[in-house]
């Protein structure tokens, strides 16, 4: 009886050793897709530096905070962020109920499928696009019309589903920071209520870790039901000087690491890097003509000007998609 | 040798054995300090039932979300809000330096201690005594402030520090939600950088788990270095309609349970409990004048009138100080 229970425990006790062995085996690479080179071992640095208990870089779990800017540094915006594409979706879902669209601004571009002609009607067109798209429903049924949306909706060029535009190389990044106690957040110029429907279950970040740009809410009791009503003004604009100020209202803490691609994430990694103790700043350079799309300081979507001249002096990681990825999206 | 072995790793066992029964000990009973009655039956009926796999009202726990009020919820509100005390505390210790203040209200009723000169200033009056105490620093002097006050603060009554004028029951409360992979949320109408600093601490609930309400804030670097300003403006108030608000706004999920006290609160257990699902409403009432302060519909803190009429029709547990607490602050 009791080698039978011996055997019992040493069978548990091989199957605990058999268990941290694949344990050490996931964890020898745990940024597969990154080549090897200065980004990559920059990155595994400071997560060693700062998890090292009893080294002089280390910080306590509570303080590991990181955050990501989403657009052109966690999944594509090219060739235009993928709120804008559901914009236009949605005009073109609303527009036979509103036939007077067709001779109307900015909704007579929008159908026309004329980029141009809707940039032409500036802010008033952009405003008056997201009023009538975002706004004029309750808060849970805009989430219901993001998530039917974000389920199917696919890129024009490569077909896949948009939430398949997603780095691979970033999707690890993010689960290494996860596995070494971090707190992870979202800091985008996006809006909030459309990230997240689908952030938990695409990059393992739930709703409260996600800080985006708002329209303002109110809350109403309708037919003794209440509901939250989206108003069709802006709230808050989580962008450039925004991030920080959106980092503090939502996290309370000055993060130890933020990750960015554009010029709107300039405030956002001067406010992390700048901060007492070991710090880390990462710009993703989307310099991949031929895997992705080869852009910087003139485009549209995602310029990346100044903290690309400045962003290596102050210390930050500059990745290059070319050089630094294996491979850009999962599943290739 | 192998029998040295064997030793090693039953006794690891026996550890691990005697760890669990500690485990199991513990937890016969997660609520210590409430008496038992329906309020205590009414909680564990409630957390059983939302995770209990299989069953009906299972809830995974990426959904467990609870939303608890400060004030007069977790920790003490009379004779005065803790805020409104730091308030007044800060104006005494610049009085000094504005001697103009002795002819000038607000500040001359502060300072004489008068509370209703104070409350006769009406809402200019302490508009300008939250600008003045709470804006025109930057957020990291605003968090040195509030943290070196609380460290030593003292109820006027009790000589308590004021983190020790925190409820026991409504702790093991929050305990015992997150020992069943509850998010427990602090939504409260108080300065949320004034509880940031202590809450953790104090209640085990991190920085990005507080909601509340704030003044404008902008981000400027001075002399190369960034800071984040206190601008003498309201930016958002989470009482009322407006606590829904700010749950949506910083939680993105509804709670399913949610735990107030006053009248406040209303909209947040009313939007926490009408959702699809087992839900949950509790309300503290102080009913206990011996040993802490009754008090409810008449008081100017945390007036009890709307949800303790509706409350128990809508579901809602209406706790007794008096008959459901054995005890009511820690180390009594």
Same mark, same amino acid.
């Given at each position: 009886m009791w080698l039978k229970s011996v055997f019992h425990v040493l069978g548990v006790c091989l199957v605990t050793a058999c268990m941290s062995v694949t344990g050490a085996m996931a964890q020898s690479? %745990?940024? %597969?897709?990154w080549n090897d080179g200065a980004p990559k071992q920059a990155i595994v640095d400071f997560v060693t530096a700062v998890t &090292? #208990? +009893? +080294?002089?870089d280390y910080v306590a779990p509570t303080d590991r905070i990181a955050t990501f800017d989403n657009d052109g540094t966690l999944w594509s915006e090219q060739p235009m962020y993928v709120q804008l594409a559901f914009a236009l979706d949605r005009i073109k879902q609303m527009a036979p109920d509103h036939p007077e669209w067709k001779d109307k601004e900015p909704y007579k571009s929008v159908l026309a499928g004329d980029l141009k002609g809707l940039a032409a009607t500036g802010e008033k067109g952009v405003v008056e696009l997201v009023a009538v798209t975002h706004a004029g429903m309750t808060s849970d049924e805009f989430t219901k019309i993001a998530t039917d949306w974000i389920a199917t909706a696919k890129h024009p060029k490569t077909g896949r589903l948009y939430t398949d535009m997603v780095y691979q190389p970033m999707l690890e990044l993010v689960d290494y920071l996860h596995s070494n106690d971090f707190r992870v957040f979202i800091v985008s110029g996006g809006g909030i209520e459309f990230m997240r429907p689908w952030t938990e279950k695409v990059? +393992?970040? %739930? &709703? #409260?870790r996600v800080v985006g740009s708002s329209i303002k809410t109110e809350y109403k009791v309708v037919d003794g039901k209440p509901v939250i009503n989206r108003l069709p003004a802006v709230d808050f604009v989580d962008d450039k000087e925004g991030k920080p100020i959106g980092i503090l209202g939502h996290i309370g803490k000055r993060p130890i690491a933020a990750f960015g691609n554009s010029d709107g994430d300039f405030q956002m990694l001067q406010w992390a890097t700048s901060g007492d103790g070991k710090r880390f700043g990462l710009i993703v350079h989307h310099d991949d003509g031929d895997r992705e799309v080869a852009y910087d300081r003139k485009s549209v979507f995602g310029k990346l000007d100044k903290a690309l001249d400045e962003g290596p002096g102050l210390g930050w990681t500059i990745v290059s998609m070319k050089n630094d990825w294996k491979q850009v999206y999962p599943g290739q």
């Open positions: 690479d %745990p940024l %597969p897709s &090292t #208990e +009893g +080294g002089p990059y +393992g970040i %739930p &709703t #409260e």
